[in-house]
Nanobody
C-alpha cells in the first residue's frame, strides 16, 4: 500500500505563488505521481504528472508555463510549484500515484491507484 500526505495549500492573492508537497510512504513501487484538482461545481481535472525514474513531466495546457512538477526520489516526495496564480486555479488539489503508465491514460484519474486527502488552494482577485 501507499499512503500520501499533502501539505502546502492556502490562500493567496492573484499573481502569488504556492508550493504543494506530497510525501509517499509504503513499500509499493512508484512509477507515476500526479496532481489533480477539483473546483466547486466541476469535475476533477488533470494538472501535472511526473515519472519516478526518468522524471518526464506532463502538464495540462491551462498550467503550462506557470506550474512546475518535480520529485525527490530520496524522500519519496513530489512537489507542485505554482506561480502566477489565477482565481480560476482555486480548487482542492489531490496527489495521486500509479504503478503503471499509459500515454492514453496518464491524465485520467482511472489510472491512479492511491490518492491523498486533498489540500485547498484559494486564489482571490
Amino acid at each position: 500500500q501507499v499512503q500520501l500526505v499533502e501539505s502546502g495549500g492556502g490562500s493567496v492573492q492573484a499573481g502569488g505563488s504556492l508550493r504543494l508537497s506530497c510525501a509517499a510512504s509504503g513499500r509499493t513501487a512508484l512509477y507515476v505521481m500526479a496532481w489533480f484538482r477539483q473546483a466547486p461545481g466541476k469535475e476533477r481535472e488533470f494538472v501535472a504528472a511526473i515519472t519516478w525514474s526518468g522524471g518526464s513531466t506532463y502538464y495540462a495546457d491551462s498550467v503550462k508555463g506557470r506550474f512546475t512538477i518535480s520529485r525527490d526520489n530520496a524522500k519519496n516526495t513530489v512537489y507542485l510549484q505554482m506561480n502566477s496564480l489565477k482565481p480560476e486555479d482555486t480548487a482542492v488539489y489531490y496527489c495521486a500515484v500509479s504503478k503503471t503508465f499509459s500515454h492514453n491514460y496518464y491524465a485520467k484519474d482511472l489510472m491512479y491507484n492511491y490518492w491523498g486527502q486533498g489540500t485547498q488552494v484559494t486564489v482571490s482577485s
